[in-house]
Every structure is written in C-alpha cells, then in structure tokens.
C-alpha cells in the first residue's frame, strides 16, 4: 500500500469509519456477596497499577455473577 492511493483503491486509500463509544459503567458488587466484594477490591487494586484490562476482567465478573438483585443489570 502507498500513501498516494486514491480512496477506494483496492489495497490503499481510507477505510472504513470507526465508531468510537464511551466505556460502560462500572457493575456495582451486591452487598454481602464474598465473589462480587473480591471482584471489586480486585478492580480496585488493578485500577491503581494501571492494570485497565484487569479491572475490566473483574467488571465482567461482578456483572456476569448471577443474583436474583435487578442493579447489575444494564
């Protein structure tokens, strides 16, 4: 690929729009469950190093966590 391609060339020009969203929420752990209050101090813990897709890992655990509860819903 070149740079001087023309839009639409096979192999060059732009490609398709990318469409960029806002980070979801974070899932709240549900009081007095062990599993969802670990995940959050977790969270807690990698957001601090800097460790994003750790955080994101645990928010897929707190949210992914089944309760009969209705806020971890989205």
Known sequence: ???DSKPGAPGGGQGSPVHVT?????????PGCPRCTGAAARRTACRRAGDLSGASDCNVVIGRHPHTDERNTR
Do not use: A, I, N, Q
């Open 1 to 3: 690929m070149t740079y």
């Open 22 to 30: 806002l980070p979801r929420l974070d899932f709240e752990p549900v």
